[in-house]
């Protein structure tokens, strides 16, 4: 879709009749396979560390487990381009990559389940090593779910693709979530009384729930659109040398980082002293940490290009072109806008959201009542919210709608600043999720049609990456040290922050609406 389809109206009716048509069925389904993985490593795997008697700071910086959906884009093209063995015949292009990522996803939620992070410094490396397996797996689902949603239907389909897969994404997230709590209470697991078994037996049972993702990728069809795009003269050989390079270059990435260790905590608590606030320090020296990983990657992949481990040319058509192809489309500066407006989007919610349940829990609200009110009853205003995003973005165009989600996803984040200075009663904690997940709702479907509509079709799976990576970098970053700004400042003072970074986002939105009409 270009600028020009952003502004294409519809009939409510046509709007609401497009929910019947198969191909948005079918990413009901595909939502809910990517919407389990993202809780276990997020809340639910956040309630399971604090009941072991992990440190609430240490429990929000396992946030950063997820950071491989912020890099996504980095092994995108290789999902682009490189074909799966015997399952590329079988299956197709889309559908092979994403039976692969689901067996990835589920051996890795067994690996978490087989994990007592109760057991000292030792289990809790392996329990992040599981984490960060998960987050990888689950980010390469959401890389091919996220190709093919693009490319099974034409562009006018695509709002409402992207209301059934926030659907299907929240219903997964309601299982991993409300049912993961529900499981881990019922076998007797709580913040008095801490089960391992109990919350092993959760964990297995997310990973058979998402057979269920396992079946929709064997029943529905390879999409039509792009079915062409991707082949190539290179054989075996160049996408094995291709691979090894992807594999040295995250080698590279993870020496630095690890071996960087005691530098980082040295220079940190150097820096502590000099500035007096622990968090920025932090933030500072993990920022510099993660830039100089980041470098030595691409170093390492340069020059094994340059000594001829791969082809010059497949390296330059697998990343280079992608982002070549978009600054072309769109002008350097209307691109950086619409990059700069992608980082900051999702920045208030995702904050919030990282430290949410500690929130609710600290609270005194148990998790029976988080799994009603913020799993269960929180996932219908999502889903409606969704819809109703979608239905109003095919009616008004997605600028507008894009607008009103960020508008009212930073606002509403002010009610949990009267949640954490009220008594802890029901009735308010469902009026503040009744907001929140209908503002979120309404955020998601237009920010998810918006995303599409950048994308071209020939780089499908490497620009939504790109933008899908973008949109979460910057947030989760900062939500890694939510958890010690709320320890500094308090949970009301931590609420206003994130209504405030919503303002960015507001006022990008508004400049690329009007240069998009141009």
């Given at each position: 879709?270009?600028?020009?389809?952003?502004a294409?109206?519809?009939?409510?009716?046509?709007?609401?009749?497009?929910?019947?048509?198969?191909?948005?069925?079918?990413?009901?389904?595909?939502?809910?396979?990517?919407?389990?993985?993202?809780?276990?490593?997020?809340?639910?795997?956040?309630?399971?560390?604090?009941e072991?008697?992990?440190?609430?700071?240490?429990?929000?910086?396992?946030?950063?487990?997820?950071?491989g959906?912020?890099?996504?884009?980095?092994?995108?093209?290789?999902?682009?381009?490189?074909?799966?063995?015997?399952?590329?015949?079988?299956?197709?292009?889309?559908?092979?990559?994403?039976?692969?990522?689901?067996?990835?996803?589920?051996?890795?939620?067994?690996?978490?389940?087989?994990?007592?992070?109760?057991?000292?410094?030792?289990?809790?490396?392996?329990?992040?090593m599981a984490?960060?397996?998960?987050?990888?797996?689950?980010?390469?689902q959401?890389?091919?779910i996220?190709?093919?949603r693009?490319?099974?239907?034409?562009?006018?389909?695509?709002a409402?693709?992207?209301?059934?897969?926030?659907?299907?994404?929240?219903?997964?997230?309601?299982?991993a979530?409300a049912?993961?709590?529900?499981?881990?209470?019922?076998l007797?697991?709580?913040?008095?009384?801490?089960?391992?078994?109990?919350?092993?037996?959760?964990?297995?049972?997310?990973?058979?729930?998402?057979?269920?993702?396992?079946?929709t990728?064997l029943?529905?069809?390879?999409?039509?659109r792009?079915?062409?795009?991707?082949?190539?003269?290179?054989?075996?050989?160049?996408?094995?040398?291709?691979?090894?390079l992807?594999?040295?270059?995250?080698?590279a990435?993870?020496?630095?980082?690890?071996?960087?260790?005691?530098?980082?905590?040295?220079?940190?608590?150097?820096?502590?002293?000099?500035?007096?606030?622990?968090?920025?320090?932090?933030?500072f020296?993990?920022?510099?940490?993660?830039?100089?990983?980041?470098?030595?990657?691409?170093?390492?992949?340069?020059?094994?290009a340059?000594?001829?481990?791969?082809?010059?040319?497949?390296?330059r058509?697998?990343?280079?072109?992608?982002?070549?192809?978009?600054?072309r489309?769109?002008?350097?500066?209307?691109?950086?806008?619409?990059?700069?407006?992608?980082?900051?989007?999702?920045?208030?919610?995702?904050?919030?959201?990282?430290?949410?349940?500690?929130?609710?829990?600290?609270?005194?609200?148990?998790k029976t009542?988080?799994?009603?009110?913020?799993?269960?009853?929180?996932?219908?205003m999502?889903?409606?919210?969704?819809?109703?995003?979608?239905?109003?973005?095919?009616?008004?165009?997605?600028?507008k709608?894009?607008?009103?989600?960020?508008?009212?996803?930073?606002?509403?984040?002010?009610?949990f600043?009267?949640?954490a200075?009220?008594?802890?009663?029901?009735?308010?904690?469902y009026?503040?999720?009744?907001?929140?997940?209908?503002?979120?709702?309404i955020?998601?479907?237009?920010?998810?049609?918006?995303?599409?509509?950048?994308?071209?079709?020939?780089?499908?799976?490497?620009?939504?990456?790109?933008f899908?990576?973008?949109?979460?970098?910057?947030?989760?970053i900062?939500?890694?040290?939510s958890g010690?700004?709320?320890?500094?400042?308090?949970?009301?003072?931590?609420?206003?922050?994130?209504?405030?970074?919503?303002?960015?986002?507001?006022?990008?939105?508004v400049?690329?609406?009007?240069?998009?009409?141009?």
């Amino acid at each position: 879709m270009n600028e020009t389809a952003l502004a294409r109206r519809t009939t409510f009716a046509e709007a609401i009749g497009a929910l019947k048509n198969p191909r948005v069925i079918t990413m009901l389904f595909l939502g809910f396979s990517a919407g389990v993985p993202i809780l276990l490593i997020f809340s639910s795997l956040s309630l399971w560390l604090r009941e072991a008697g992990v440190s609430r700071s240490a429990v929000t910086f396992f946030s950063w487990a997820a950071l491989g959906y912020s890099f996504k884009f980095v092994w995108a093209p290789l999902i682009d381009r490189l074909p799966v063995p015997l399952l590329g015949r079988w299956l197709g292009r889309r559908r092979s990559w994403m039976l692969v990522a689901q067996i990835a996803v589920i051996a890795a939620i067994m690996w978490m389940a087989s994990t007592d992070p109760s057991q000292g410094e030792a289990s809790l490396k392996y329990m992040a090593m599981a984490a960060v397996a998960l987050g990888f797996s689950s980010a390469t689902q959401d890389i091919v779910i996220d190709a093919y949603r693009i490319e099974a239907a034409d562009d006018r389909l695509q709002a409402m693709m992207s209301s059934s897969y926030i659907a299907g994404y929240r219903i997964g997230m309601l299982v991993a979530g409300a049912g993961a709590l529900f499981i881990a209470d019922a076998l007797g697991s709580s913040s008095d009384s801490y089960s391992y078994s109990a919350w092993y037996w959760t964990y297995m049972a997310m990973a058979a729930v998402m057979i269920i993702g396992v079946v929709t990728t064997l029943v529905v069809p390879e999409p039509e659109r792009g079915a062409g795009i991707g082949s190539s003269s290179y054989g075996p050989v160049d996408y094995l040398r291709f691979l090894l390079l992807f594999a040295l270059a995250v080698l590279a990435f993870i020496a630095v980082f690890y071996y960087s260790t005691n530098i980082a905590a040295s220079a940190s608590a150097s820096l502590h002293e000099m500035l007096g606030n622990q968090t920025l320090a932090g933030f500072f020296v993990e920022a510099v940490r993660l830039t100089t990983a980041v470098a030595a990657a691409l170093l390492a992949g340069w020059l094994l290009a340059k000594v001829g481990l791969v082809d010059e040319s497949m390296l330059r058509e697998t990343y280079v072109d992608p982002v070549r192809d978009f600054f072309r489309r769109y002008g350097a500066g209307l691109a950086l806008l619409l990059l700069a407006l992608i980082g900051c989007y999702r920045i208030s919610d995702i904050v919030l959201g990282v430290i949410s349940n500690v929130f609710y829990q600290d609270m005194g609200y148990t998790k029976t009542e988080i799994a009603a009110a913020v799993k269960t009853y929180g996932l219908l205003m999502t889903i409606f919210g969704g819809f109703l995003g979608g239905v109003l973005a095919m009616r008004f165009g997605v600028m507008k709608v894009l607008f009103l989600g960020a508008l009212l996803s930073a606002a509403t984040n002010l009610l949990f600043m009267l949640l954490a200075t009220s008594e802890a009663t029901a009735l308010l904690l469902y009026v503040v999720i009744s907001a929140d997940n209908l503002a979120a709702g309404i955020a998601s479907a237009a920010f998810v049609a918006f995303l599409s509509s950048l994308t071209s079709i020939s780089f499908t799976a490497v620009q939504y990456a790109i933008f899908s990576s973008l949109m979460t970098l910057l947030p989760k970053i900062l939500g890694g040290y939510s958890g010690s700004i709320v320890e500094g400042v308090g949970y009301p003072t931590f609420f206003v922050l994130t209504t405030v970074l919503g303002i960015p986002a507001l006022i990008l939105v508004v400049i690329a609406g009007r240069k998009l009409m141009r």
